[in-house]
């Protein structure tokens, strides 16, 4: 437990100084002590306008990383496969198509797209259920059929850009992968169903530990399998959606997260969910800075970082699973 709390101690404070460097750092630059003055006193023109624009981002993105992370800690629980990943397997991307579609068509009913999204990625998750079914679950079918999933959603969506270019603008506001120009309006928005789906989760760490267990020793404790599966689902496929409605579509975060804080805090999700919510808030944050200084002044959008980081990972993941199962 000491290793756990300093693991958590380490996390916390690299990502209140990661916050504050991104805050500090851009096309405006101010000192630690104006942005604190500035806030305080609202007074200062630069940290105002840092306020309006930058502050939201950098919310936005640790929002994104900690809902993405612990919806990939749930699907892993519920699927029994450590390659789970709602961006990997079509989840993210249905979510968007579907937020998409629903904010062109009703834009009145902006506030309420995450449940549009919720509906797609519900939609992507039962299609990878469906067609990965071969008399049991084998995770590198799934991994496949859901980048198959992956592949028809996106695809969909630059049909419908295309299709829609009338309407190209509002399209690509809220369908690209980035994080710019993000408001104050749409943190309120992440952080009404981003926090819910992460207080659910959290609830929920405790019937993740026993679906640990076989179906039928769980049953045998009295326990509702199915029923729980079906829960926890609904609730990563929340946390997938909201992001993806929010900030697009960024894959691999809840792939490598969880993987890396199970290493470090163990399997009980009562530590791994939050440990690894707070790991994601940091990692996007963290790239979400790298691609706005890096190259300034372009951006690297995080998406595409994670890609980068991300794509070697899950061949890494691959090529261990088949060691374990004794292929070459």
Not at 154 to 182: D, H, P, R
Request: glycine share 10%.
């Amino acid at each position: 437990m000491k290793k756990t709390g300093i693991l958590f101690l380490i996390v916390s404070l690299l990502l209140v100084c990661v916050f504050i460097y991104s805050a500090i750092t851009g096309s405006i630059h101010v000192t630690p002590i104006e942005l604190l003055e500035g806030l305080i006193t609202g007074q200062h023109a630069q940290v105002e306008i840092i306020k309006d624009l930058r502050i939201p981002r950098m919310l936005i993105a640790m929002f994104t990383g900690a809902a993405l992370s612990v919806s990939g800690v749930l699907l892993q629980s519920v699927m029994r496969n450590p390659l789970a990943d709602a961006g990997v397997i079509g989840i993210s991307s249905g979510a968007s198509f579907f937020s998409l579609m629903a904010i062109t068509a009703l834009p009145q009913f902006y506030f309420y797209s995450p449940l549009f999204s919720v509906l797609g990625g519900a939609i992507a998750c039962f299609l990878v259920y469906v067609l990965s079914w071969k008399g049991g679950l084998s995770p590198i079918r799934m991994i496949l059929v859901g980048i198959a999933i992956n592949a028809m959603f996106t695809g969909m969506a630059e049909a419908f850009v295309t299709i829609c270019s009338y309407f190209n603008i509002t399209i690509n506001q809220s369908g690209q992968s980035n994080l710019t120009m993000k408001t104050w309006g749409d943190v309120r928005l992440i952080g009404v169903y981003g926090v819910a789906g992460l207080v659910v989760a959290l609830f929920f760490s405790r019937w993740c530990n026993l679906l640990a267990l076989q179906d039928k020793t769980a049953k045998n404790l009295g326990l509702r399998v199915t029923r729980m599966r079906l829960l926890i689902s609904i609730t990563a496929v929340l946390l997938a959606a909201v992001t993806a409605a929010v900030a697009g579509v960024i894959a691999f975060v809840g792939l490598l997260i969880p993987h890396i804080s199970r290493r470090l805090v163990g399997s009980d999700h009562r530590v791994l969910i939050p440990f690894s919510a707070l790991s994601g808030a940091l990692l996007i944050l963290t790239a979400d800075t790298l691609g706005r200084t890096l190259v300034a002044p372009n951006e690297i959008p995080a998406s595409t970082i994670m890609a980068v980081i991300g794509g070697p990972f899950l061949i890494f993941l691959l090529r261990r699973g088949d060691r374990l199962h004794g292929h070459s």
